[in-house]
């Protein structure tokens, strides 16, 4: 009976943990988040700031979370990341920062809570933001690729700054500015095997082959 219980759990929690295959680690470009929504703070960042971790597998990148352990305030060692979440993975809308990180580990931590707790998780994405190698804003520049005013940038002329700088492929994602009409960079992704530490190919891509990135909401 107990050999029995015993291949039944084993057999959920392959099922339960099977879907996650990588880490996309998905950072905003403040003025293209604000000028679709009211922001909290004007002028926006001029930085890349966290959206979200997102677990995903190679053939779905929103995996729903079976598992539903709920975001904690609480949770020992999550204090002491505070200060830099606070600056790195702000609120950029209307409200607490906590409240996004809340949002965003609710919906997405879960997927990958078999390898990394909450604190983990957060720790994660702060080592990946705080990394210089993947200082996006920083890579962009050096390439001369930088946000700007109404210049068209082409996808593959940025996609190829970032994989040359760090080795892999980015993913980028647009959104339609909705002051110019016209598509802008809105976020970029780098993709991580499920040890949140070594960078792979992005699989998946938004952007069409032109796109605006604003320096700011009014550009
Ligand atoms: C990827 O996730 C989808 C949706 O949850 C699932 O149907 C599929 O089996 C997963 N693929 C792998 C290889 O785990
Ligand atoms: C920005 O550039 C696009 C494409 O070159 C052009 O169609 C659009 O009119 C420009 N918008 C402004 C406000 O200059």
């Keep these: 009976m107990a050999h029995i219980h015993l291949i039944l759990l084993s057999t959920l929690i392959f099922s339960v943990n099977a879907q996650f295959e990588l880490f996309q680690m998905v950072q905003q470009w403040p003025p293209a988040t604000c000028t679709n929504v009211l922001c909290a703070r004007s002028p926006s960042p001029t ?10 597998n190679y053939t779905k990148r929103y995996l729903v979370c079976r598992q539903r352990t ?17 600056y790195h993975w702000p609120n950029l809308k209307r409200g607490k920062d906590k409240t996004f990180w809340r949002k965003e580990w ?8 078999n390898v990394f707790n909450q604190v983990q998780y957060f ?16 890579i962009l520049n050096a390439a001369k690729l930088g946000p700007t005013g109404n210049t068209s940038r082409q ?14 492929k980015p993913g980028l994602r647009c959104n339609v500015n909705k002051n110019t009409k016209q598509t ?3 976020e970029i992704v780098l993709c991580f095997h499920k040890d949140g530490a ?3 190919d992005c699989p998946f891509a938004d952007c069409p082959p032109r796109f605006a990135f604003y320096l700011s909401t009014s550009f």
């Design 106 to 113: 609710n919906k997405h931590g879960p997927c990958s809570e």
């Design 70 to 86: 709920k975001f904690s305030e609480t949770i020992q060692g999550f204090a002491a990341l505070e200060p830099l979440l606070t």
């Design 198 to 200: 070594t960078l792979i």
């Design 155 to 168: 996808y593959q002329v940025i996609k190829n700054a970032i994989q040359a700088a760090t080795g892999k």
């Design 123 to 138: 720790q994660t994405a702060l080592n990946i933001r705080t990394n210089p190698r993947y200082d996006l804003l920083a």
């Design 47 to 56: 930085r890349f700031t966290i959206h979200g971790l997102w677990p995903a």
């Design 184 to 186: 802008q960079l809105h």
